[in-house]
């Protein structure tokens, strides 16, 4: 069975700061790959995605990712923190038409 | 191009009472699915859709939940009868099948069960 784990529930960053978030996986195939951000009452937005190819990925908002086959990683990392950027982040791991296995989230919260 | 649309965005009710949440797709889009999200977690699937078709419900507690897609585009889920541990975000998502099928979730409606 596909699992996610995020293994940090909360993060505290100074603004400006570099950041990253873990996640590592489990799964039977090839994965696919995304992290999905979420605001307090909002949806999920998608940030970016992994399905083949360069294992370095660049999403929205200046994040980028990178796959790590050996590892089971697929962290989250972004070079410079910005206020905006507090949310909880959400990895996630499936495969062409299957459903998608979430981790529990990582909670960002970003000091002045 | 508009996205996932749900109605309502909250919802409080009593234990016992039901409830009704309602999914339109991104147009086009043939798969749409329901998932849960208890406060504190991730999103859970409850059930999958491709056009009018169930691919997957297995996680959906058949006692009290159901959904529907009739004609392979919008969608209902309802609650029957609702239950304390059913406070939830309920998260509808769709997309278009294909190599490199992505899922885009619409904002979500926050059920309270009293």
């Known amino acids: 069975a596909q699992s996610v784990t995020q293994p940090d529930i909360h993060i505290t960053v100074s603004e400006g700061a570099s950041l990253e978030l873990r996640c590592n996986y489990s799964?039977?195939?090839?994965?696919?790959l995304f992290w999905y951000v979420q605001s307090p009452g909002q949806g999920l937005q998608l940030l970016l995605k992994?399905?083949?190819?360069?294992?370095l990925v660049q999403g929205i908002k200046g994040f980028e990712a990178e796959f790590k086959r050996s590892q089971s990683s697929f962290n989250l990392r972004k070079p410079s923190v910005h206020w905006s950027d507090a949310a909880e982040y959400f990895c996630?791991?499936?495969?062409?038409?299957?459903?998608?296995?979430f981790g529990k989230g990582t909670m960002l919260l970003v000091s002045p | 191009e508009a996205g996932v649309a749900q109605s309502p965005r909250y919802k409080i009710i009593e234990k016992r009472q039901s409830v009704a949440f309602w999914c339109n797709p991104i147009?086009?889009?043939?798969?749409l699915y329901w998932y849960q999200q208890i406060l504190g977690q991730g999103p859970k699937l409850l059930i999958q859709?491709?056009?009018?078709?169930?691919?997957?419900d297995s996680q959906l507690p058949k006692d009290r939940f159901s959904a529907e897609r009739l004609k392979g585009v919008d969608s209902t889920l309802k609650i029957q009868p609702a239950k304390l541990e059913d406070s939830a975000v309920y998260l509808c998502?769709?997309?278009?099948?294909?190599?490199?099928?992505?899922?885009?979730f619409g904002p979500g409606t926050r059920l309270l069960v009293l």
């Open positions: 996630a791991v499936g495969a062409r038409g299957s459903t998608l296995t």
């Open positions: 859709f491709q056009n009018n078709g169930v691919v997957d």
């Open positions: 998502a769709s997309s278009f099948p294909g190599p490199q099928e992505t899922q885009y």
């Open positions: 799964y039977g195939a090839t994965p696919y």
């Open positions: 992994y399905f083949s190819g360069d294992t």
């Open positions: 147009s086009g889009h043939a798969t």
